[in-house]
């Protein structure tokens, strides 16, 4: 017989590596909401659930598990062959324990497969990511990278997590490159994605001596960080990166390709260019419909984001702040490694 497991066990052990999460529910409740890594197994699709909810409101309960019973019966085989192919533990959870992950651990066990559910579902798991963002102690000191648009400050960090660091990428997390271009062709997360994402890296460098993050606002795109992130962020060793122009214009052509999405980028340039001065808003559009992408690049960080940027350096005291020169990302990679206190992943975050 399958057993229920409780989150804070389920999260607060080596298992949690080994575990496959199976999110039985409906692919729209888990593109609204999922445990970070599960993968999407449905007892119903979104037509089916809907059928099934009208008629337990319209008709009664048992009629409703009635029709549940019939579409579930119908889809086992393929079920079943989708679980199988699961290698290692697994640990199946809908919204809050109920029926559907019942019958899904009930069949998968009576094949013969090891599963567990997860007991309280998705809620259960949601209060507990509230929680632990609540009450987390967080003791590593953080170095927070800065730097003008185009600076390469998250290639910096990507950089810097493939070589072992201890970093937590807020961008990657909310999905949104945080400029008023940066949801373009990306799906930015909502806030429960995004604290799922956070909570589960924040514990897995509590130990670290340090946390590598980049210097981002309270808001990124459709996101919130919370306080307490804020307030360490603000208290950390302040990195700020120097590139010449050049080097900026060219990271962000490659990082954003605006010649793939044109369009996209004149609608959200409409939302900035009542910020700049009128003659030269109208020559950046001209050069963005023209596809003078440099041109453009240059004219907005010359005059809309660089000089919005300049006061970030100066609210910082001497002592907090390290001001880095670099030619390129490689250069800045190198010298930011030079800043960091001696670290090994191996190690599991102590110093050396």
């Known amino acids: 017989m399958y057993q229920d497991i ?79 192919a699961i290698d290692g533990q697994k640990v199946v959870y809908c919204w809050r324990g109920g029926m559907r992950s019942k ?33 987390l102690n967080l003791t590593p000191a953080f170095f927070v990278l800065n730097g003008n648009t185009g600076t390469g400050k998250t290639a910096i960090l990507h950089r810097l997590k493939e070589e072992g660091y201890p970093v937590i990428d807020l961008e990657g997390m909310a999905n949104h490159r945080g400029s008023i271009f940066g949801h373009i062709g990306q799906e930015p997360h909502n806030q429960k994605t995004f604290d799922s994402l956070l909570v589960h890296d924040l514990l897995t460098y509590q130990d670290s001596p340090f946390i590598v993050i980049e210097g ?25 990166i120097e590139l010449p122009v ?19 980028y004149l609608q959200a340039y409409e939302r900035i260019k009542r910020r700049i001065h009128t003659p030269v808003a109208k020559d950046i559009e001209a050069n963005l419909k023209a596809g003078k992408f440099e041109q453009a ?30 030619r390129d990302v490689d250069d800045a990679v190198h010298q930011v490694k030079q800043v960091l206190p001696a670290y090994h992943p191996n190690l599991r975050g102590k110093r050396l």
Do not use: C
Request: hydrophobic share 35%.
């Open 6 to 84: 409780e989150v804070d066990e389920l999260f607060s052990g080596k298992e949690k590596e080994t575990v496959t999460m199976i999110d039985v529910r409906s692919p729209s409740e888990f593109q609204e909401g999922r445990i970070p890594g599960s993968i999407n197994i449905p007892v119903f699709d979104d037509q089916e659930r809907a059928e099934v909810g009208t008629i337990y409101k319209q008709d009664s309960p048992e009629a409703a598990r009635e029709r549940g019973v019939e579409i579930f019966s119908e889809k086992l085989p393929a079920f079943l062959k989708a679980f199988q």
């Open 103 to 135: 019958a899904a651990a009930t069949v998968v066990d009576l094949m013969g497969m090891t599963i567990h559910r997860l007991k309280g579902g998705y809620r259960a798991y949601r209060k507990w990511v509230v929680h632990t963002l609540d009450e």
């Open 216 to 240: 981002e606002s309270k808001r990124i795109g459709k996101v919130v960080l919370p306080s307490f992130l804020i307030e360490k962020k603000e208290q950390g060793m302040q990195l700020f």
């Open 246 to 264: 050049e080097e900026r214009v060219k990271n962000i052509l490659d990082d954003y390709q605006p010649w793939n999405r044109e369009e996209a």
């Open 297 to 326: 690049i240059e004219q907005l960080l010359a005059y809309y984001y660089d000089p919005r940027y300049q006061h970030a350096a100066a609210q910082y005291e001497e002592g907090q702040k390290i001001v880095i020169k670099a």
